[in-house]
């Protein structure tokens, strides 16, 4: 076999190329490739850099969870040809994802003072002690930074932000507090340096933090963007788009093609809102015109859950949520699927990327914290490949044979 007279090297760089789906596989054919393809676990330098793309071709599927019951956890796959299936739902009573990032969750787990850092594709997790000022509330939220392309977090590290409300101010404002996390140092901080004074206003209830230009982002329900720079250690506010009023729940606000974005869904167009100037807070609009609406009702409120410049992907509302991409240069509907709520309203979606990428902070998984959250451990071991959940009448469960999705993913979550 020519394979095995490469050193190990040469199979070093092969394998770095080579999808994350034929990494699994390849881990099965002797021990040393075992061992070789451990290794580029290990070291997220070493993972694919082939595809980077964040279109929806990259994302697998969407973690997503009602406002009302966040607890339970559902998950839409974008590939139902794979699985057969494309609704899946996990409730679980004792845990909330707060953020994503490269394919990492952020839990919370209710009801303890932890939080815990999970990969769901390779099962790995740590856990992470709530900083003192952690309360959940519209005056505070918290983001997780991990980029293993940036030599600002690298060799296997990530930090979190927690921004939080320090004061009012007279005049109708506010000061922020911002309390920062390092997985080198496990410890909390607060930057005491790092004070934000700006228009009093809430966060956007479950709004997932962006992680973008070395900086994470949180927007308020007033349109206004509250920047934390990880390089400079400095906040600041970037103004919203001038003809936005507020940001409200049935908006959509993330990262496409290098720019940050807000979109809106109108009865014939969607509005997009363009970051154009990044330093000076300057915006544009787009207007993207929208073929028939593809439900038999007239327009029924969809809301916009992701956006790449080529695709939008939209909720309906209605005890029936069901959910469609939309190809806005083909104006081509295709419909992912659906699921029932018996409480209207929209959903959180976070889209999944399966990654590799992990963490080098061993301390944090110490025996007396395994002890009291065993529970958790199980959870955690469980929790991916998900079940899956048919609308046929014959109900059948199903379970994912496959610890990693089937098709070719990037590493790289919003």
Sequence with gaps: MVMAT?????????????PIKYLFRLKC??????????????????????????GLESVHGFFHFSFHSPQNIRYLSLHPQHHSLNSSIRPISKHQIVDSCDGILLLNIIQ???????????????????????????KQNIGLAYDH??????????????????????????????????????????????????ESSEFVKHGQAVYFN??????????????????????????????LDKFKDDMWFGVTRGSINIVRILRTQIVVFVLLDYEKGEWGCVRIKISPWPLTSVFNG??????????????????????????????KWNKIGDFLDS??????????????????????????????HSNTYTWF?????????????TRKRIRLISQVPLDNRSKRVI
């Design 381 to 393: 071991e469980h929790f991916w490949p998900v079940v899956l959940r048919t609308r046929t009448k």
């Design 343 to 372: 409480k209207d309203g929209m959903h959180e979606y976070i889209p999944f990327i399966p990654s590799l990428a992990w963490l080098d902070c061993a301390a944090l998984n110490n025996n007396h914290v395994k002890e009291i």
């Design 302 to 331: 969809f809301c916009p859950i992701f956006f790449d410049g080529e695709w939008i992907v939209l909720q309906s509302r209605g005890v029936v949520k069901e959910i469609y991409s939309y190809n806005v240069s083909l104006y």
């Design 6 to 18: 490469l050193c190990d090297d040469i199979l070093l760089e092969i394998f770095s190329g080579l």
């Design 112 to 138: 303890t003072n932890l939080f815990s850092l999970y990969n769901p594709t390779i099962k790995k997790y740590h856990y992470i002690l709530k900083p003192t000022e952690w309360l959940p509330s519209v």
């Design 29 to 54: 054919v002797s021990q040393r490739f075992n061992q070789i393809i451990n290794s580029i676990i290990s070291d997220p330098k070493l993972l694919p850099t082939h595809d980077h793309a964040l």
């Design 214 to 243: 070395k900086s994470l982002h949180w927007i308020r329900k007033s349109g206004d963007i509250v920047v934390f720079d990880l390089k400079e250690n400095k906040p600041k506010i970037i103004g919203k788009p001038r003809f």
């Design 149 to 198: 392309s940036s030599a600002l977090i690298s060799n296997n590290h990530c930090q979190l932000v927690l921004v939080y409300r320090k004061k009012n101010v007279l005049g109708g404002r506010e000061q922020y507090g911002f309390t920062i996390f390092s997985s080198k140092e496990i410890a909390w901080w607060e930057r005491v340096d790092a004070i934000l004074e700006c």
